[in-house]
Structures are given as structure tokens and as C-alpha cells.
């Protein structure tokens, strides 16, 4: 049987997530979520080049930036442009698209 009591104290995700970053549509906050987001996109494209077994080098090379600046953008050390991650999403066959609404 489950203990209702510690149950009803845990806190939620949201509510870790105010507490540490503030609320939601804090400047905090708002710059949080910005880099979670390119962290999660800056993982999709890792993943993406590690299974087609490309270095960061070699990706590095194709898209025309350093090795060491693939390797920031993987750790999530540095934010990406959006032409750099287009194109680092093409030179790894992937393709996105964009909905409105």
C-alpha cells in the first residue's frame, strides 16, 4: 500500500523547476528553457553523428566551423545558430521542418 502522506510532499518537476530557475515567464526561467532546448537539439545532432559514425572532426570540416566549437556545441557549452545547425543537420542527412500555429 502506497504512504499517501509521502506521496503528497513530493514535489512536482514543475515545481523544482520554479524553485531553481523561478517561474514560468521569469527572465531565469525563460533563459533556462532556451538552453535545455539547444542542449536537447545540439544531443539530436550528436546522436545523429555518432551513428553515422562521422568525428567531430570530420563534421567540424564539412560544415566549415572547428572541431573544438562541435565539441562546445555538443557539451552544451555554447549556443548554435540557426544556419549552423541547418547545416550541420544537412551534412548529417537529417531534415527539419518548421510548424506555425
Do not use: C, P
Not at 47 to 54: L, V, Y
Amino acid at each position: 500500500m502506497l504512504n499517501t502522506d509521502k506521496l503528497n510532499k513530493l514535489q512536482s518537476v514543475n515545481d523544482m523547476l520554479d524553485e531553481k530557475y523561478g517561474e514560468q515567464g521569469s527572465a531565469s526561467r525563460a533563459e533556462f528553457d532556451a538552453k535545455a532546448q539547444a542542449w536537447y537539439y545540439a544531443e539530436l545532432l550528436r546522436e545523429e553523428r555518432k551513428k553515422r559514425h562521422i568525428s567531430q572532426s570530420q563534421l567540424a570540416q564539412i560544415v566549415g566551423k572547428s572541431r573544438t566549437y562541435i565539441t562546445a556545441l555538443e557539451k552544451g557549452q555554447t549556443d548554435m545558430q540557426l544556419s549552423t545547425f541547418i547545416m550541420m543537420s544537412r551534412a548529417l542527412g537529417l531534415n527539419f521542418s518548421l510548424v506555425v500555429g
